[in-house]
């Protein structure tokens, strides 16, 4: 029991804000997350209400040599935000509060904030950031990750917008962090996930934002797979940044079927000019719709509920004008689990994010952490079941997954498979050592080993794409 420890009541009296114990109403509470499959039993829940209560952590932490982890939105299907006996640093219950400085159009935003949090106070002052696609998803590992959302087209990744930051290494020490101060922390924190610290405010850039926007969720069968991948295909050589599509092959409660969901920033005559390519086609189900922009990052919040069962499985879909079968394939793959497992019919889903990419290859790939910068889909293989089954699905919804998200990537000369390691945020393995990180970072990591042994030398924070500490020129 932590509660053994010699330092644990010197914690108790100078902590601020809620510590939960496994004895403690509220503790199974605590625990839960998006997905079942992450939660783990942790033996102290921290619930930190100012940035002393995270110093005082850490150095508990660090004292008794505990496991730690960091919980903003609870969104980490590979249970990066959960510790099994160990410390958890919760910031959702306190550190969720956004200011909008309108005349800089700024957002500071607090590292436990979650994306509906920033929406309902930049929405007043027709202002928006570019934000994750769910609103329930928490503002501090979407960002650090990356961060694709609707307006990434205008206005590039959530991490292209970030200005500053507040973080708390590992041995206590605050650091603000940005273009002009801590640079080489700030390259990090963008795309290098949690890895060197909490971050406690984020302080974004914020865009005008018209009240209205154009949605739409139109369905398709099976059978025109063939002509859906055209449509797509000639959709992207005629899109502009205004728009974003969503392809979900997924059962909408009548069946499998191939579902685009279409947004639009502008109007409803211009949404269906844009996307006319699809309404051509013949569908099953128009859900076409002006909707308000505050409403929009909440389209698709209820289509995963909290506490199920879930594997994901990340990855690239390759070019549609390289390999126009592909999609052919991977619906046929995603057809033949649909059709095998009962358990997983209701929940599983293939999800495709197709974004006009030009503005985010502006950025250099060595600009800052994240590196994937060019023409990739990407794509997400999800299964999931009711959370009372428990693990018991867990190893065939994954190894369906990766054999779906396999089915559609180019072959080599030697008959294996071209599968890359797609957007980070996306995966439910929890790596245990640092191959998939040196491959996800690429030429990158040996930089971010440097910031990582400056800022963190004894890996405290390793939950997500770990990085080895290691000196190094940076």
Same mark, same amino acid.
């Given at each position: 029991?932590?509660?053994?420890?010699?330092?644990?009541?010197?914690?108790?009296?100078?902590?601020?804000?809620?510590?939960?114990?496994?004895?403690?109403?509220?503790?199974?509470?605590?625990?839960?997350?998006?997905?079942?499959?992450?939660? $783990?039993?942790?033996?102290?829940?921290?619930?930190?209400?100012?940035?002393?209560?995270?110093?005082?952590?850490?150095?508990?932490?660090?004292?008794?040599?505990?496991?730690?982890?960091? $919980?903003?939105?609870?969104?980490?299907?590979?249970?990066?935000?959960?510790?099994?006996?160990?410390?958890?640093?919760?910031?959702?219950?306190?550190?969720?509060?956004?200011?909008?400085?309108?005349?800089?159009?700024?957002?500071?935003?607090? !590292?436990?904030?979650?994306?509906?949090?920033?929406?309902?106070?930049?929405?007043?002052? !027709?202002?928006?950031?570019?934000?994750?696609?769910?609103?329930?998803?928490?503002?501090?590992?979407?960002?650090?990750?990356?961060?694709?959302?609707?307006?990434?087209?205008?206005?590039?990744?959530?991490?292209?917008?970030?200005?500053?930051?507040?973080?708390?290494?590992?041995?206590?020490?605050?650091?603000?962090?940005?273009?002009?101060?801590?640079?080489?922390?700030?390259?990090?924190?963008?795309?290098?996930?949690?890895?060197?610290?909490?971050?406690?405010?984020?302080?974004?850039?914020?865009?005008?934002?018209?009240?209205? &926007?154009?949605?739409?969720?139109?369905?398709?069968?099976?059978?025109?797979?063939?002509?859906?991948?055209?449509?797509?295909?000639?959709?992207?050589?005629?899109?502009?940044?205004?728009?974003?599509?969503?392809?979900?092959?997924?059962?909408?409660?009548?069946?499998?079927?191939?579902?685009?969901?279409?947004?639009?920033?502008?109007?409803?005559?211009?949404?269906?000019?844009?996307?006319?390519?699809?309404?051509?086609?013949?569908?099953?189900?128009?859900?076409?719709?002006?909707?308000?922009?505050?409403?929009?990052?909440?389209?698709?919040?209820?289509?995963?509920?909290?506490?199920?069962?879930?594997?994901?499985?990340?990855?690239?879909?390759?070019?549609?004008?390289?390999?126009?079968?592909?999609?052919?394939?991977?619906?046929?793959?995603?057809?033949?689990?649909?059709?095998?497992?009962?358990?997983?019919?209701?929940?599983?889903?293939?999800?495709?994010?197709?974004?006009?990419?030009?503005?985010?290859?502006?950025?250099?790939?060595?600009?800052?952490?994240?590196?994937?910068?060019?023409?990739?889909?990407?794509?997400?293989?999800?299964?999931?079941?009711?959370?009372?089954?428990?693990? !018991?699905?867990?190893? $065939?919804?994954?190894?369906?997954?990766?054999?779906?998200?396999?089915?559609?990537?180019?072959?080599?000369?030697?008959?294996?498979?071209?599968?890359?390691?797609?957007?980070?945020?996306?995966?439910?393995?929890?790596?245990?050592?640092?191959?998939?990180?040196?491959?996800?970072?690429?030429?990158?990591?040996?930089?971010?080993? !440097? &910031? $990582?042994?400056?800022?963190?030398?004894?890996?405290?924070?390793?939950?997500?794409?770990?990085?080895?500490?290691?000196?190094?020129?940076?």
């Amino acid at each position: 029991m932590l509660t053994d420890l010699p330092d644990f009541a010197l914690l108790q009296s100078e902590f601020q804000g809620d510590l939960v114990l496994p004895s403690d109403e509220g503790y199974e509470k605590s625990l839960k997350r998006w997905a079942s499959t992450a939660q $783990k039993k942790a033996g102290l829940v921290a619930f930190v209400k100012v940035e002393e209560d995270i110093i005082a952590i850490l150095r508990f932490v660090r004292k008794n040599s505990l496991d730690l982890a960091v $919980k903003c939105g609870g969104h980490s299907v590979s249970g990066a935000s959960s510790s099994e006996g160990g410390v958890v640093i919760d910031l959702s219950r306190y550190f969720k509060t956004v200011t909008v400085d309108e005349k800089a159009r700024v957002a500071h935003v607090g !590292g436990g904030a979650t994306w509906r949090d920033v929406d309902l106070a930049t929405f007043p002052h !027709g202002l928006a950031s570019v934000a994750g696609t769910v609103s329930h998803t928490g503002v501090g590992g979407l960002i650090l990750g990356g961060g694709y959302g609707y307006l990434a087209g205008e206005h590039g990744l959530v991490i292209d917008n970030l200005v500053g930051a507040r973080v708390i290494s590992a041995d206590g020490e605050m650091h603000n962090c940005s273009e002009e101060e801590n640079q080489d922390l700030f390259w990090a924190i963008r795309g290098g996930g949690g890895n060197f610290g909490i971050v406690t405010s984020f302080s974004l850039t914020i865009h005008p934002q018209i009240p209205q &926007v154009f949605i739409a969720d139109l369905h398709f069968p099976g059978e025109k797979v063939e002509e859906f991948s055209v449509a797509v295909k000639q959709w992207l050589e005629l899109s502009t940044k205004k728009e974003m599509l969503f392809v979900f092959l997924e059962d909408r409660g009548t069946g499998p079927v191939i579902a685009a969901h279409c947004f639009h920033n502008g109007n409803l005559e211009r949404g269906k000019e844009q996307f006319k390519r699809f309404y051509d086609l013949g569908r099953m189900v128009d859900n076409t719709r002006m909707v308000p922009y505050l409403s929009l990052n909440q389209a698709i919040d209820d289509v995963r509920p909290f506490g199920t069962g879930l594997y994901w499985q990340g990855g690239i879909f390759p070019s549609v004008h390289e390999h126009p079968d592909a999609g052919v394939k991977l619906w046929q793959s995603y057809l033949e689990m649909y059709n095998a497992e009962d358990q997983f019919k209701g929940s599983s889903f293939v999800i495709l994010e197709f974004h006009h990419t030009d503005k985010l290859m502006e950025r250099r790939p060595d600009g800052m952490a994240f590196i994937k910068r060019d023409k990739e889909v990407i794509m997400l293989v999800g299964l999931g079941w009711g959370g009372v089954l428990g693990h !018991g699905p867990f190893e $065939k919804a994954r190894s369906y997954a990766k054999k779906i998200a396999a089915s559609g990537a180019p072959q080599l000369k030697d008959g294996e498979t071209k599968t890359e390691i797609g957007y980070s945020n996306w995966e439910s393995e929890r790596p245990t050592g640092y191959e998939r990180s040196i491959k996800l970072f690429g030429d990158n990591y040996p930089r971010l080993q !440097g &910031v $990582k042994a400056k800022y963190d030398p004894s890996n405290m924070f390793n939950k997500w794409y770990p990085v080895e500490p290691k000196s190094s020129d940076i």
